[in-house]
Structure formats: structure tokens, C-alpha cells
């Protein structure tokens, strides 16, 4: 198993699911799931936004500057869970950083 990244994410970081990872659309609930081997992780709508945007296309600043537009939000506090959230899925290994 990895350690966690200690160190903050930097904002040209381009996270995208890891292979071993699929977000889908739960067709009874309505809600995003992110399945992994075994297991599943029910996301609220803001998580499910953020992932939409983990294609490894854009960077960590452009999401969180497309979400602040999206959720009508304070850039800080967007920018705040953003990092959070990425950064416990890396570690957890269901998102990966595209060089």
C-alpha cells in the first residue's frame, strides 16, 4: 500500500479515473456511483461534478474554476473541497494524476 501524498496538490495536476474505476449513473436513484473492484462509492451531486471533470484533459485548475461558475461558489471554498476530494481518491487509488 502507498503512503498519501503529503505534499499539496498542484493545480496543473490533470486527475482522471484510475483503470480499475467506472462512474456510473445509478438508473433507480438518479445518483452517480464511482464502482471499483468490489465496492462502490455513492457520490453527492458536487463529487459527481467533480469527476466528470477527471477525463485527464483538464487541470485541477480548470475544474475548479469550471465548478465555481457551475455551483455559483466562492473560488477558496470550491478550491478547498475540490483538493480534498481528489486528493483522498488518489490516495485511495481510484483517481491517477495524467504527466
Do not use: H, W
Not at 486527475?15 to 436513484?29: C, F, G, M, V, Y
Not at 462509492?41 to 469550471?66: D, R, W, Y
Not at 475540490?82 to 481510484?94: I, M, N, S, W
Amino acid at each position: 500500500m502507498t503512503e498519501p501524498l503529503s505534499t499539496p496538490l498542484s493545480l496543473e495536476l490533470k486527475p482522471k479515473l484510475a483503470p480499475k474505476t467506472k462512474l456510473r449513473l445509478d438508473q433507480k436513484t438518479g445518483k452517480y456511483i464511482l464502482l471499483y473492484p468490489e465496492k462502490g462509492l455513492l457520490l453527492n451531486p458536487t463529487g459527481a461534478a467533480i469527476l466528470k471533470l477527471c477525463t485527464g484533459e483538464q487541470s485541477l485548475a480548470a475544474i475548479i474554476a469550471a465548478l465555481t461558475v457551475e455551483f455559483q461558489s466562492d473560488s477558496a471554498k470550491v478550491s478547498a473541497e475540490v483538493l480534498a476530494f481528489v486528493q483522498g481518491l488518489l490516495d485511495r487509488g481510484l483517481l491517477q494524476a495524467v504527466p
